[in-house]
């Protein structure tokens, strides 16, 4: 670029900064309603990571790389996992990190003197890694117990808060199946989300003892549920289809039998987040539009009270090219300070929120980018017809204006 040229581009610059800082008040109003636009944009999508990742946690929480199988009784001639159906999972099933069958029933014990039903569930060791369980007291059940049949139990920390109004819970028994279990520990879940999805044996009142202890004492002739981790995400469906042939090959009615994963609801929060984020998008997309229009509304302002200088200039020779690039470098500048203050506030709040709450908000760097551009671009859209407007003005009626 020459020197003739910057001299110019310098000369224009300074004609658009020296008309808005004759109006430092409007310009200023309408910087910022361009400034609200870019932030709320910026600000909604980081809400909307923010509720995904937050939505995708709890749902992980529920049980990493989770698949579970369980019978659902749905068919004209209904079936139940066996115990001969775990023997298979374990021999045939590849690519697991654990694997966890659960027994489940009921029992009535007294609390506070008087009888309240509970839930019990018989479970191996690796439960309580499958299903993200966190000991809060003492310890959870061990290999040398469920070989030998202990009777020792695990219990919620809702039980643990009934019964002796503490998660700390020293040398208690508690008595199952008509016999005294001792307690070694207090458990609670990971997250609250798989109540909410319907998966979670192991909320509420619950007590937990070794799996061979329960099929010892119970009559139950089938396994309430079985869970699996994958080794990763990635052979999650592998594992998905093991788990169907297995109970293919051992069972006549597969429609009897349910076998889930989490990935169905990750890609169901991932489509709902989706849907969410563009619809708040748009709402906030309308402050850029009122943004916009408030550029037009005020440039169509400066060219009717510029209307003589804008003549005067005309006459001693600027070029109509020159009167639209003053203006819409007007509009440019309007927007592209808008623009920058917004995105400083839209990024700047959710950073703020995560320091002040200690929790890690996202800001989506692509949002940053699209809202500045999309500023910026409106208002040199809307800027356009004032501009052009100035520049197509007659000489003569322009000179003439009062």
Partial sequence: ???????????????????????????????????????????????????????????????????????????????????????????????????????????????????????????????????????????????????????VCVISKQLALRLYGTEAVGDEWLRLFGLRFRIIGVFREGVESAAALQKSEAAGLVAVIPFSTFRNLSDVRSVDVVYFRAASPLVVPAVVNQVTSVISSRHRNLSSFKIESLDQYLVLVQRISDAVSLGLIAIAAVSLLVGGIGIMNIMLVTVTERTQDIGIRLALGAGRGDILLQFLLEAAILSFAGGIAGTLIGAGLPVYVGVLYGMDVPVSGVSVIVAFTVSVGVGLFFGLYPAQKAANMNIIDALGYT
């Fill in 1 to 151: 670029m020459d020197r003739r040229t910057t001299a110019w581009l310098r000369l224009l610059l300074r004609f658009a900064l020296d008309g808005l800082s004759g109006q430092r008040g409007r310009s200023a109003l309408t910087m910022l309603g361009m400034a609200i636009g870019t932030a709320s944009v910026v600000a909604v999508v980081s809400i909307g990571l923010l509720g995904r990742a937050y939505v995708i946690s709890l749902i992980e929480g529920v049980g990493s790389n989770l698949v579970f199988a369980y019978g659902i009784g749905g068919s004209v001639n209904p079936e139940e996992l066996t115990f001969d159906d775990v023997d298979a999972f374990r021999e045939r099933i590849t690519n697991l990190d654990a694997m966890a069958p659960v027994l489940n029933g009921n029992e009535s014990i007294a609390i506070r003197g008087m009888p309240e039903t509970i839930t019990v569930l018989g479970v191996t060791p690796p439960y309580a890694q499958v299903r993200n369980l966190v000991v809060t007291s003492g310890r959870f059940l061990n290999p040398a117990e469920e070989a030998g049949s202990a009777k």
